[in-house]
């Protein structure tokens, strides 16, 4: 059968040039996900300021929320520093030739680095040293080394790490979805095409078993083929998707693309077995035809649609109208694209098993305008398509899944952009805001609301806080909104309505909480936020781990929602690193 196999593809080439386009483009696009995984992965950044250091320690830049995905913890944007004391307890320990302190981003906070690089002696063992270094520290700490070392030079590769392989697991999954679809109907075109071949086989005594083992054999011949060439092209393809990424600041700039053989191996076996699973499906019907019926069924097309497929078609549709309708009555914000996106998956599987439905409909709806138009051609068009129904659908099926899902992507994500746009100008009820790259002068917010006509100002600080103990109940473990005003000009600036105490009572350490959150609730709880430690009234606070807020801008003078104050009373305020330009915060409130 292998020798049979072989002769057809060397003699009807032809027959299998879509099928094998379709394999080769699959290969491709799952090859380039594998790079980007594993570049996600590896996270990968080639050291330049500490390439002399064997061991580097670094803040720990993720963040294990209470009740948050375990896989995917919370990454903290700002820098977490380091104890400057740590590098005398480190140049202490056996096998450590010297120590350095490192600071990569402006001033840091007295008695904190950026990082430390630990260079061992001669002859050492670098994994035990590390092993002796992870002893002395604790969780918001952590050691790296080999291309590790520039995470602490560029840490914003941790962010990059969650985007790149949240987005490739993505792709791969449409990437698999489509290719099974596309080269079980490719095949299933060249099978339609073969009838009168495969009729002869099982006339002259093949048995179901040798016509689905022919079929079989072709289709890893030419997967292995289509995934080897696949190879290059894959790389080249994976390194301009990084790019882009980068580009539009998904990814971070420095960190290198890496895609090795572990990525490609694993591609080319999903490729593989992605093509030989089209091929059962496809040669399937034509294994089963009886030697009394395989001459008669060659020249014609036999049954539309099964009925596994016209019944496993409409359930997918069923299920994608039922999820359409959730999302729309149901479900906004953050929330909706959970439903929107699985609808429009399941709605293009649906309608891509009905293909040959459609195609039937689309023939009817369409005979006459083509007939019209195109005179003779159109009429031979027309009965072409209506007697060889089954290969039209063949075409149809990938088409209708590849448009469907990237186009519904597509809007589902503009129409997402255009919400939390919506959302964000909502939120702003000032009349103009000022801005500058790197944060304001603190003294601006004060000179802005001395000017005639401006009933206040405020400076605008935001942030994200985890909620320790008890366990933190946010959306996903992705931490709660924090948001920094000024006292004196909140009340002009604040999208809130105040049921209890009064925006001017947010000084020093103090809170504002949503009306109705039980006092107990957070009486002994502390909140970690990306910036450092915001307060709620009596929590419990411990040393900050991270710089001040990233995003701060100045509102000048309103979108309303009650909320109450309360007095810290047990806490002192995240202290804040100069290298930020902006005020620090009278107080924080979730937004």
């Known amino acids: 059968m292998l020798q049979l196999a072989l002769r057809t593809l060397r003699f009807r080439t032809g027959t299998f040039v879509a099928a094998f386009i379709a394999m080769f483009f699959a290969a491709i696009v799952l090859m380039a996900c594998g790079g980007l995984i594993e570049t996600g992965i590896r996270a990968a950044v080639p050291p330049q300021q500490l390439g002399s250091a064997d061991v580097v320690v670094a803040g720990e830049q993720t963040y294990h929320a209470p009740g948050g995905d375990e896989d995917e913890p919370a990454v903290l944007p700002e820098r977490v520093r380091v104890d400057a004391s740590l590098e005398h307890v480190i140049a202490a320990l056996p096998g450590v030739r010297e120590t350095d302190t490192y600071v990569f981003e402006g001033t840091p906070p007295a008695g904190t680095v950026d990082a430390i690089g630990v260079a061992a002696e001669p002859g050492a063992d670098v994994a035990e040293l590390r092993t002796r270094?992870?002893?002395?520290?604790?969780?918001?700490?952590?050691?790296?080394?080999?291309?590790?070392?520039?995470?602490?030079?560029?840490?914003?590769?941790?962010?990059?790490?969650?985007?790149?392989?949240?987005?490739?697991?993505?792709?791969?999954?449409?990437?698999?979805?489509?290719?099974?679809?596309?080269?079980?109907?490719?095949?299933?075109?060249?099978?339609?095409?073969?009838?009168?071949?495969?009729?002869?086989?099982?006339?002259?005594?093949?048995?179901?078993?040798?016509?689905?083992?022919?079929?079989?054999?072709?289709?890893?011949?030419?997967?292995?083929?289509?995934?080897?060439?696949?190879?290059?092209?894959?790389q080249l393809l994976g390194g301009f998707v990084f790019d882009l990424l980068a580009e539009q600041g998904i990814a971070t700039a420095g960190v290198a693309f890496h895609q090795g053989w572990i990525p490609s191996v694993a591609a080319t076996v999903v490729a593989v077995l992605a093509a030989l699973g089209g091929a059962l499906g496809a040669g399937r019907r034509a294994a089963r035809t009886k030697p009394s019926q395989a001459l008669s069924e060659a020249s014609l097309d036999g049954r539309l649609i099964s009925g596994w497929r016209f019944l496993a078609g409409l359930l997918f549709v069923a299920a994608g109208v039922a999820l359409t309708i959730v999302t729309v009555t149901a479900l906004s914000g953050p929330l909706a694209p959970a439903t929107a996106a699985p609808a429009v998956i399941v709605l293009t599987i649906g309608l891509a098993m009905l293909a040959p439905v459609l195609a039937k409909v689309m023939i009817v709806a369409i005979q006459w305008p083509v007939r019209a138009l195109g005179g003779l051609t159109g009429d031979l068009a027309v009965l072409n398509a209506r007697g060889r129904t089954s290969r039209l659908a063949a075409v149809l099926g990938p088409v209708i899944l590849l448009t469907g899902v990237s186009t519904g992507m597509l809007y589902l994500q503009t129409t997402n952009d255009a919400a939390d746009k919506e959302a964000y100008a909502a939120g702003i009820v000032a009349d103009a805001v000022v801005t500058a790259e790197g944060g304001v002068d603190p003294r601006l917010v004060e000179e802005i609301g001395r000017l005639p006509g401006v009933a206040g100002a405020s400076a605008y600080v935001s942030s994200v806080g985890f909620v320790e103990s008890p366990d933190d109940v946010s959306p996903m473990g992705e931490g709660w909104n924090l948001q920094g005003v000024t006292a004196q000009g909140a009340a002009a600036t604040t999208p809130v309505d105040v049921t209890a105490g009064a925006l001017t009572d947010l000084q020093g350490a103090t809170v504002a909480i949503e009306e109705g959150t039980p006092a107990g609730s957070v009486s002994t709880s502390a909140t970690r936020s990306r910036s450092g430690w915001a307060t709620a009234p009596s929590w419990t606070c411990a040393s900050p781990r991270c710089s001040p807020p990233r995003r701060t801008t100045t509102r000048c003078c309103s979108r309303r929602r009650p909320w109450r104050t309360t007095p810290q009373r047990a806490c002192r305020p995240a202290p804040w690193s100069p290298r930020r330009t902006a005020p620090t915060p009278s107080s924080w409130w979730p937004p």
């Open 133 to 234: 270094i992870d002893a002395e520290l604790d969780a918001t700490t952590s050691t790296l080394v080999g291309d590790e070392r520039g995470r602490a030079e560029l840490r914003g590769a941790t962010a990059t790490s969650v985007n790149v392989v949240s987005l490739a697991g993505v792709f791969t999954a449409f990437a698999l979805l489509v290719s099974i679809f596309g080269v079980a109907s490719m095949l299933g075109l060249s099978i339609a095409q073969r009838n009168k071949e495969l009729a002869l086989l099982r006339a002259i005594g093949a048995t179901p078993r040798q016509v689905r083992t022919l079929i079989f054999r072709e289709t890893l011949v030419l997967s292995l083929v289509a995934t080897a060439a696949a190879y290059l092209p894959g």
